[in-house]
């Protein structure tokens, strides 16, 4: 990023007037215009820090919670049939949500992992995504 921001162009509208004098008549016709010209103007100096995005290349996890409501044999189900793991996988992973609170059930892009917790819900677990750090 460079010292100086770079000036930023915008389009203003600027008002004419044209005037069309009729030959048999007296009559001045006006029709107005609106034109657009660019204008420089310079960006103000901030003292706020840059706004942080996320990186694209960061994985994000889509994380099931326990709950007292659903069934630990029906927590496995889920998880085999939306995600398609192997029944060792899915019991594995709800002992896990189930013992430690929590597991990540799934990675990949931000709106991959949104589609996924929506998924969840869907079935009525408790899912939320966090960006993997």
């Not at 770079?6 to 048999?24: D, K």
């Not at 103007?41 to 003292?47: A, D, L, N, T, V």
Request: hydrophobic share 40%; aromatic share 8%.
């Amino acid at each position: 990023m460079s010292a100086h921001p770079s000036p930023m162009i915008i389009l203003r509208p600027h008002r004419c007037t044209l005037g069309v004098r009729a030959s048999t008549a007296d009559a001045v016709r006006t029709a107005r215009c609106a034109l657009s010209v660019p204008v420089e103007i310079e960006r103000p100096q901030s003292s706020e820090a840059p706004f942080a995005v996320p990186a694209p290349d960061v994985p994000w996890v889509t994380i099931v919670h326990n709950d007292p409501v659903n069934l630990m044999s029906y927590v496995s189900y889920v998880f085999q049939s939306y995600f398609g793991y192997s029944k060792d996988k899915a019991h594995q992973l709800m002992l896990d949500v189930h013992h430690k609170g929590r597991a990540v059930v799934s990675s990949g892009s931000r709106e991959e992992m949104e589609r996924d917790v929506q998924a969840m819900h869907g079935y009525g677990l408790w899912a939320t995504l966090q960006q993997d750090r």
